[in-house]
């Protein structure tokens, strides 16, 4: 597994935007609009937008936004996605401790929301409980 610091959207976004799509979930579709009006590329200071590979094949993706809804230094994790084949294989909890260790450096806190109970569970664990 390779995970890299992105500052162009790989050519393999649409067969993940496809992917993400076809499980109801349109934040990929939405990555890519954004990227291409040059509304949201992920460069602000603190911000970074990660892709995860697996044997070359793009399989998650995963950025870093500052929160423009909180006074304190706050990041947001945004647009997280893994494929459903790379999902169980620890993909995502990697994708997220990067984009956490680089949340470190740059904000005091970082928030996310979720769509899904699965989403909730896996970022808060406490939840599934």
Same mark, same amino acid.
């Given at each position: 597994?390779?995970?890299? %610091?992105?500052? =162009? /959207?790989?050519?393999?976004?649409?067969? !993940?935007?496809?992917?993400? *799509?076809?499980?109801?979930?349109?934040?990929? &579709?939405?990555? #890519?609009?954004?990227? =291409?009006?040059?509304? #949201?590329?992920?460069?602000?200071?603190?911000?970074? /937008?990660?892709? +995860?590979? !697996?044997?070359?094949?793009? +399989?998650?993706?995963?950025?870093?936004? *500052?929160?423009?809804?909180?006074?304190?230094?706050?990041?947001?994790?945004?647009?997280?996605?893994?494929?459903?084949?790379?999902?169980?294989?620890?993909?995502?909890?990697?994708? *997220?401790?990067? %984009?956490?260790? =680089?949340?470190? %450096? =740059?904000?005091?806190?970082?928030?996310?929301?979720?769509? &899904?109970?699965?989403? &909730?569970?896996?970022?808060?664990?406490?939840?599934?409980?």
């Amino acid at each position: 597994m390779e995970i890299h %610091l992105v500052t =162009h /959207l790989p050519p393999q976004i649409p067969a !993940l935007e496809k992917e993400a *799509v076809a499980e109801g979930f349109r934040f990929i &579709t939405r990555l #890519n609009s954004e990227w =291409h009006s040059g509304s #949201n590329r992920f460069d602000a200071p603190g911000e970074c /937008l990660m892709a +995860v590979y !697996l044997n070359r094949q793009l +399989v998650g993706i995963g950025g870093l936004s *500052v929160d423009p809804f909180t006074q304190a230094p706050t990041g947001r994790l945004r647009r997280v996605y893994v494929t459903p084949a790379s999902r169980r294989q620890q993909v995502g909890r990697k994708l *997220v401790g990067v %984009l956490l260790s =680089h949340a470190a %450096l =740059h904000f005091e806190t970082v928030g996310l929301h979720t769509d &899904t109970a699965q989403g &909730t569970a896996f970022t808060c664990p406490a939840a599934s409980r």
